[in-house]
């Protein structure tokens, strides 16, 4: 079993910035696909970024230019830099790992981002 502790969430005001962490414990080996995922009130869960082991990276539209994946292989984290928030980025976030042992997908616990405008 892989287990993710996030960290960073808070309140911000539009323009703003805040970085979300992200670190796995337990069964970390073979992680390949590390990434964020928000959930809006009243909408669906939403892939936002994620980064494979070789560090090639995808964003949802909506964020590019504005946030940035990284990980550390050698800690096992993950983090996300978000600048020029917006209100619309007001979500609960939540970190997300493919692979582990048993290999499969994992999910923290998430952690709420406000942005008042």
Avoid: H
Avoid at 59 to 85: C, E, H, P, W
């Amino acid at each position: 079993q892989v287990q993710l502790v996030e960290s960073g969430g808070g309140l911000v005001q539009a323009g703003g910035s805040l970085r979300l962490s992200c670190a796995a414990s337990g069964s970390i080996f073979s992680i390949n696909t590390m990434g964020w995922y928000r959930r809006a009130p009243g909408k669906q869960r939403e892939l936002v970024a994620g980064i494979i082991s070789g560090g090639s990276t995808n964003y949802a539209d909506s964020v590019k230019g504005r946030f940035t994946i990284s990980r550390d292989n050698a800690k096992n984290t993950v983090s996300l830099q978000m600048n020029s928030l917006k209100p619309e980025d007001t979500a609960v976030y939540y970190c997300n790992v493919l692979g582990g042992v048993p290999r499969g997908i994992y999910w923290g616990q998430g952690t709420q981002v406000t942005v008042s405008s």
